[in-house]
């Protein structure tokens, strides 16, 4: 799975003590996207920090868990419903549900506490990423999708994520104009467009 991630900050592997720097949103897990234009976007516009805006192009490892926030349980891979039967409170909640975050966090013990949205979205994603998922797809639902273009990808475990290489905003230009482009990782490294830049990126050619 190829991820991209726009940012302000230096670093050489995502480290969970950073959780909830960034621009806001949920304080447990990274966030992605899988378009390069987004990226950029969020980078170039959004991303707080005053260093020169990067985009670090990423792939998970190995085989993950990964939860798709906007369908319901009964309609996700065969892995990740098995998995969900382990969680203690799977007996209350309805697989073919299609608001299961809503449900869980609702289920869950700290649910009646009087505590804003976002602190019980964070409490949620922490109790997915300590029963073992690692991955929530759309996790923001329509509401990034329009600078993002496409879903937002947030990793709850960061041992999962590869740093393939970093990319300065200021050479992607040529490559986000125009709709988003579609990319594969290749093994080695070649030019990116007009860029002037070495990268392991290529254009999938669409017909």
Same mark, same amino acid.
Request: aromatic share 14%.
């Given at each position: 799975?190829?991820?991209?991630?726009?940012?302000?900050?230096?670093?050489?592997?995502?480290?969970?003590?950073?959780?909830?720097?960034?621009?806001?949103?949920?304080?447990?897990?990274?966030?992605?996207?899988?378009?390069?234009?987004?990226?950029?976007?969020?980078?170039?516009?959004?991303?707080?920090?005053?260093?020169?805006?990067?985009?670090?192009?990423?792939?998970?490892?190995?085989?993950?868990?990964?939860?798709?926030?906007?369908?319901? %349980?009964? @309609?996700?891979? $065969?892995?990740?419903?098995? *998995?969900? /039967? !382990?969680?203690?409170?799977?007996?209350?909640?309805?697989?073919?549900?299609?608001?299961?975050?809503?449900?869980?966090?609702?289920?869950?013990?700290?649910?009646?506490?009087?505590?804003?949205?976002?602190?019980?979205?964070?409490?949620?994603?922490?109790?997915?990423?300590?029963?073992?998922?690692?991955?929530?797809?759309?996790?923001?639902?329509?509401?990034?999708?329009?600078?993002?273009?496409?879903?937002?990808?947030?990793?709850?475990?960061?041992?999962?994520?590869? %740093?393939? @290489?970093?990319? $300065?905003?200021?050479?992607? *230009?040529? /490559? !986000?104009?125009?709709?988003?482009?579609?990319?594969?990782?290749?093994?080695?490294?070649?030019?990116?467009?007009?860029?002037?830049?070495?990268?392991?990126?290529?254009?999938?050619?669409?017909?």
């Amino acid at each position: 799975m190829l991820l991209f991630h726009g940012t302000r900050k230096s670093f050489s592997k995502f480290d969970p003590s950073f959780f909830g720097t960034g621009e806001g949103g949920v304080c447990v897990g990274f966030y992605f996207t899988e378009s390069l234009k987004g990226a950029y976007n969020h980078a170039s516009s959004y991303a707080p920090g005053t260093e020169s805006p990067l985009v670090y192009v990423c792939r998970m490892n190995g085989p993950f868990l990964m939860l798709d926030k906007e369908k319901p %349980i009964s @309609e996700q891979s $065969p892995e990740v419903q098995q *998995h969900w /039967e !382990t969680l203690p409170l799977a007996n209350y909640l309805a697989k073919s549900h299609r608001d299961w975050f809503g449900n869980l966090f609702k289920t869950l013990p700290f649910g009646n506490m009087q505590l804003p949205p976002m602190e019980l979205e964070t409490y949620t994603y922490n109790f997915l990423r300590r029963t073992g998922f690692d991955v929530i797809y759309d996790g923001d639902g329509p509401f990034t999708d329009a600078y993002q273009f496409g879903p937002s990808v947030i990793v709850l475990n960061e041992s999962k994520i590869e %740093i393939v @290489e970093v990319l $300065p905003v200021e050479h992607l *230009h040529d /490559e !986000t104009v125009g709709a988003p482009k579609e990319y594969e990782l290749a093994d080695f490294p070649a030019s990116l467009g007009t860029t002037g830049l070495q990268s392991h990126l290529r254009r999938v050619q669409t017909r």
